[in-house]
């Protein structure tokens, strides 16, 4: 199987084309020497971050201080005079990986903060990697999107008393990283017509819009009921005009009741 920058493969594809270990976010295969890294952005301990292009590899060891002796910390500190071959893969929905290419260390690896396993402060080893093509990762905008939500939606379960010290653990340098989104043209037509159709009211809770535009046009939004991204139609038989907390409220709680709503006053307004 010959791997290309943006493949998606298993974890049966991973271990058959590297001849690696099934487990583990670093995995030697003496028999290619080669070291897979894993970036695993839905289910790890380690916070890797991407800045400028290069990605900041946390090293191995999930609980406690880690060691750069420490097994594949060692062949990933002289990965440039050892020989051995780097590659890296990042997993942005379970059980999918997606190959980004080899990558090289271009810098001395350094040591942060983060919590362990046991949400437990530790200094840790980050390693800078950088494509060896010298282009971009292959990610797209629904990709990073579903990790934050993810993420949000695991903070939102940690209780007050822990969230200042992962908060704190994380540090404050954001991870940045260039996505690459499919844009939707939409028909400037059907939003007009929407707009128009629900006269200042918004179509869910059937207030007044809460103010009025420069124009003095009652300020609404167009909200796809069935969302374009799942196969939705432009058309003014799938659209609403809602007020901003309305609109909020759909794409949050997706309430079928409010879905089978707007539907309904969709069709009766044709």
Known sequence: MDLKKGDIIDNQNLVEHFECSPQGGMRYSK??????????????VYEDKWIDNVIHYTGMGQTGDQSLDFRFNKHLSESNKNGISLFLLEVFKTSQYTFQGAVELIAQPYQEQQLDANNKERSVWMFPL???????????????????KLKEKKARKTPLSKLKLIAEAKGSIPSRRIVKSEQTVRNPYVREYALKRANGFCQLCENQAPFKNSDGSPFLEVHHIHYLRDGG???IENVAALCPNCHRKMHIVESDSDIKLLLDKAKELL
């Open 233 to 235: 139609n432009d058309s």
């Open 31 to 44: 028999r290619t020497n080669s070291l897979v890294l894993v970036s695993n952005h839905v289910k790890s």
């Open 130 to 148: 950088r494509l060896k093509d010298g282009g971009e990762p292959i990610v797209n905008l629904n990709s990073i999107s579903e990790i934050q």
